[in-house]
């Protein structure tokens, strides 16, 4: 494959992988049954503290930077072109926040509706990955945590998910108010997101 065309198809695949990401973290929040385990932070900050939750992304995204540099002990330019990647990320989401109205489903379809959205986030997320090009600062920490401690990247993917489970409902109780965005579906996420990711790895994928 020509070098032209190998770009073109790798850039493809990130453009929709990043939509897939940010469609399926309003779309998670509108079923009503908690948010995804890895932006329940973002969507705690942005309830708490009054903020759009594309704002509450890019700071949050721009914290993670900063963890990569430090845990792999330098800066490299992929780092810091994930500072304007959290910019736009950040953009998309309150595009599809703006975008996706409330869905009044019942309780069992938007479960179910939940659940299926886990692959589109596991599908978003694998296309990011595989395309060799720069990560969202949620998946670059997995990425660098990964790489630097040899782990498997759905593995590290769940106990990162874990911890911002945590970390959310932290923020939640120090400042007296209810857990935002933490349900069944976050608790579902957590334990089962990296393991739809890993169902993807195992996907072969031309060019990748």
């Known amino acids: 494959m020509k070098p032209s065309s190998d770009l073109k198809k790798r850039t493809a695949w990130y453009i929709l992988g990043l939509n897939l990401i940010a469609a399926a ?13 890895f932006s329940s932070v973002m969507y705690a900050i942005s309830e708490i503290y009054h903020i759009s939750l594309g704002t509450a992304f890019i700071l949050c995204y721009l914290l993670f930077v900063v963890l990569q540099c430090i845990l792999s002990r330098k800066i490299t330019l992929t780092y810091l072109l994930e500072i304007p990647l959290s910019f736009a990320f950040g953009i998309l989401t309150d595009v599809y926040d703006w975008l996706i109205p409330v869905l009044p489903f019942p309780l069992p379809l938007r479960l ?41 990247f759905s593995t590290v993917k769940n106990g990162f998910d874990l911890s911002m489970v945590a970390i959310s409902a932290g923020l939640c109780l120090f400042h007296h108010c209810p857990f935002y965005g933490i349900g069944v579906g976050t608790v579902l996420s957590a334990l089962l997101l990296g393991r739809v990711i890993k169902l993807f790895e195992l996907l072969p994928l031309s060019g990748a």
């Open 25 to 37: 973290v309003v779309l998670n929040i509108r079923y009503n049954v908690g948010v995804a385990a």
């Open 112 to 152: 179910l509706c939940f659940a299926l959205t886990m692959f589109i986030t596991g599908a978003g997320v694998f296309l990011c990955v595989k395309s060799r090009m720069v990560l969202t600062p949620t998946d670059g920490i997995v990425n660098t945590i990964s790489e630097v401690f040899h782990l498997r």
